[in-house]
């Protein structure tokens, strides 16, 4: 089931700069997408989120960017902080009954 | 912030056991998941549950698995008889509305031997 991609699997960032991870997905149906945040051992922690009602939303240094036409989205950190240093997750659902992950981006924030 | 619980933390078990891994939703949700995370790789859907029965599976989800609600607080997923390739975290998940934020809870660790 890969409905829901992201393409780039690692990504390192310099701290204070922008880090910008993408995910793409297939099905134009989906009408909400989130973004996780995962620690090794832990649970996902949720970061963001947004309707496909709207292209932008923010949330303190945490933007994320929706282009329906394009069946992408990205998340935008800034400035990144060393402490950002996880798995990012996208995900997207159709209704309730199921959230699709994509593949997860390990970002690292050099110091 | 209102928590998932999961218990427990580790489970290992011998190959062709069956294991209950049990949740607990945060209390005035409605909706359930259980997802699975195979190390390293991306986390997978098993199954979600809503108004006393599943509402959507995934092709993972076979008759080895099973999901139950037996209570108002707690919601249980049992493998039948494990496969050394059950081995992953195990995550319950759950809202309270629809197009709402998954609450995740710490996952379980299972590993079948």
């Known amino acids: 089931d890969q409905q829901v991609k992201q393409n780039s699997p690692s990504l390192s960032v310099q701290e204070g700069r922008i880090s910008i991870l993408n995910c793409d997905y297939t099905n134009s149906m989906f009408d909400y997408f989130l973004w996780y945040k995962k620690y090794p051992a832990e649970g996902p922690t949720f970061l963001i989120s947004?309707?496909?009602?709207?292209d932008k939303n923010e949330d303190g240094r945490f933007t994320v960017f929706l282009n329906k036409s394009a069946k992408h989205l990205s998340l935008h950190i800034v400035p990144s902080q060393p402490g950002d240093s996880a798995v990012y997750f996208c995900a997207a659902s159709k209704g309730t009954y199921k959230y699709i992950f994509g593949t997860g981006t390990r970002l690292k924030v050099l110091a | 912030e209102p928590e998932v619980t999961q218990t427990p933390s580790h489970q290992v078990t011998q190959m062709g056991q069956e294991v209950i891994l049990r949740c607990v939703p945060i209390s005035n949700h409605l909706y359930f998941y259980w997802y699975r995370q195979i190390l390293g790789q991306k986390v997978e859907f098993l199954v979600s549950f809503y108004n006393n029965e599943i509402s959507e599976k995934s092709e993972i989800f076979d008759d080895q698995f099973s999901v139950e609600r037996p209570d108002g607080s707690n919601f249980t997923l049992k493998i039948r008889s494990t496969k050394l390739e059950d081995s992953a975290m195990y995550f319950c998940?759950?809202?309270?509305?629809?197009?709402?934020?998954?609450?995740f809870g710490s996952g379980t660790q299972l590993s079948v031997l």
């Open positions: 947004i309707s496909s009602i709207k």
């Open positions: 998940a759950s809202i309270g509305r629809p197009n709402e934020k998954l609450f």
